[in-house]
């Protein structure tokens, strides 16, 4: 049995539950998913790198708690990829970035795609986090929800055909696979299954991709290269 943590930052109690149910329902005979709380939060108005950069200290003590329960791998939830590159030198079990997995299974389907994001005020960094993994030149484009992370649920109609109106139009543009860049659009809010059916192109999101390939690369006794990300002697106890 392969186990694999999912870190969920704080969140309105029905919040909270309502992602880590959906965690848990990935769990297989073969994997099983378990929960490590974050102390800190993703879920305000107007995030910024600022925030996102304050907060890696807190999901880098939960890789480090899901090492010592004896998880074989750890999944931070969100696709802003929240401290994942200090916890790939902080723990010796595969540290697995939703986005970036996302990226690569996307690669698997298509070659060129389509992400819809939460509000444009964040088209710029999640460009970036794009780039970062050098990615750009396969996207066809940004589609924009329109909404905040705090407002999604109360406007979840909206959301859903905002989606799917933003979805299509990337795929007129050319796109062969659609990413949301948003875990709480899809799969939190819209069913993976149901919008690949009505989009006709694959949908790559990031619960099933991250979680499955942590459990992929336990399975085969792989981990993040020291070459690469050296081993941290900070927190060592």
């Known amino acids: 049995m392969i186990r694999v943590a999912f870190c969920i930052g704080g969140y309105p109690p029905e ?19 378990g929960i490590i709380n974050v102390e800190a939060s993703p879920y305000f108005y107007g995030i910024t790198p600022a925030e996102i950069q304050l907060v890696a200290p807190a999901f880098i003590d939960a890789y480090r708690r899901a090492e010592k329960e004896g998880y074989d791998a750890v999944v931070p939830l969100g696709m802003l990829d929240l401290g994942v590159d200090g916890g790939r030198s902080a723990v010796d079990i595969p540290v697995i970035a939703p986005m970036e997995a996302c990226l ?25 986090i794009v780039r970062r993994y050098g990615m750009e030149d396969r996207i066809v484009g940004f589609g924009v929800c329109g909404f905040d992370l705090p407002d999604l649920a109360a406007h979840r109609d909206e959301v859903v055909q905002n989606f799917v ?10 796109a062969e696979v659609i990413i949301p860049m948003g875990i709480s659009q899809c799969p939190v809010h819209i069913d993976p299954k149901g919008l690949q059916q ?29 070459v690469r990300w050296s081993k941290s002697g900070m927190g060592r106890k």
């Not at 109106?165 to 050319?174: D, H, K, P, T, V």
């Not at 009505?198 to 020291?226: C, D, H, T, W, Y």
């Open 15 to 33: 919040e909270f539950k309502r992602r880590a149910d959906l965690a848990l329902s990935y769990s297989t005979p073969e994997v099983q998913v």
């Open 104 to 128: 690569h299974v996307a690669a698997l389907l298509g070659d060129r795609f389509g992400l819809v994001i939460y509000h444009e005020n964040l088209l710029a960094f999640n460009r970036a």
């Open 165 to 174: 109106n933003e979805a299509r139009r990337l795929i007129e543009l050319g």
């Open 198 to 226: 009505q989009l006709g192109v694959p949908v790559v999101e990031g619960f099933g991709a991250p979680i499955r390939m942590a459990a992929l690369l336990a399975s085969l006794g792989l981990k993040q290269s020291r």
